[in-house]
């Protein structure tokens, strides 16, 4: 069966570092999404994406994050200056069409910054 | 925009018992309506959706939730619970839109199931 895939499993990264998590989505799925999870939190959507464009993010999506599709297959989530408060889980997500509604998550990337 | 509250961050039953895990939404058009489980270490599986049409849904593992339009909610239950079904369940909203299908999410409950 198709699956998201994420890597790395677990990322450390010192405050102020830049870093890139990394999705490969489902491959006939046109829709991709970053949530995360701080330990202990509820799920929270960070950004949608669609056609090479962002179509939609949250208040937490602000300028230190950035996405791209580079290739074909591959999804990213760039950090471009992490803080403390970034340590969570972040879980990547497709969708073939919006119609289904039905989006499917990767095992995430637990990224812990010190 | 909508919201989504789960009753109960823990809920513990007996091997065998009813699972019933509560969820109510909110929305200010037709939502669709999910379930997901989180295993230990592991990421979001779905268990069942509502979209449209039937609104007794089924899923897998024997879980089944209704959605009652009249109460905005949308309560997960199993008849029998088993050891294996002990994991994190989310109940999450989305409305459907040209932007993107967000999912919000509901705080979690963990499921205890005692032998």
């Known amino acids: ?37 701080i330990l202990g939190q509820k799920v929270e959507f960070l950004v949608s994406f669609y056609n090479n464009e962002i179509s939609e993010k949250s208040e937490i999506f602000d300028d230190q994050f ?3 599709r580079p ?6 989530l760039k950090i471009r200056s992490t803080k403390l408060e970034d340590s969570a889980m972040y879980f990547c997500a497709s969708t073939e ?16 910054v010190t | 925009a909508q919201s989504v509250t789960q009753l109960g961050s823990h809920v513990s039953v007996s091997e065998g018992a009813l699972v019933l895990l509560r969820c109510n939404y909110s929305s200010s058009v037709p939502p669709y309506l999910f379930w997901y489980v989180q295993y230990p270490n592991q990421g979001l599986q ?3 959706k509502y979209t449209t049409g039937a609104t007794l849904v089924k899923g897998i593992n024997g879980f089944e939730a209704e959605f009652k339009k ?19 369940y989310f109940c999450a909203v989305s409305v459907r839109s040209n932007a993107g299908n967000m999912l ?7 499921l205890m199931v005692k032998p």
């Open chain 1, 1 to 37: 069966e198709p699956e998201v895939t994420q890597t790395p499993s677990h990322q450390v990264t010192q405050m102020g570092q830049e870093v890139i998590l990394r999705c490969v989505p489902i491959s006939n799925h046109l829709y991709f999404y970053w949530y995360r999870q």
């Open chain 1, 66 to 68: 950035s996405v791209e």
């Open chain 1, 71 to 76: 290739d074909g297959s591959n999804f990213t």
């Open chain 1, 97 to 112: 069409r919006l119609a289904t509604s039905e989006q499917y998550f990767g095992p995430g990337t637990r990224l812990t």
């Open chain 2, 46 to 48: 779905l268990l069942l």
């Open chain 2, 70 to 88: 009249s109460e905005t909610s949308f309560h997960l239950t199993k008849p029998s619970a088993h050891m294996s079904d002990a994991a994190e």
């Open chain 2, 104 to 110: 919000t999410f509901g705080g979690g409950t963990r």
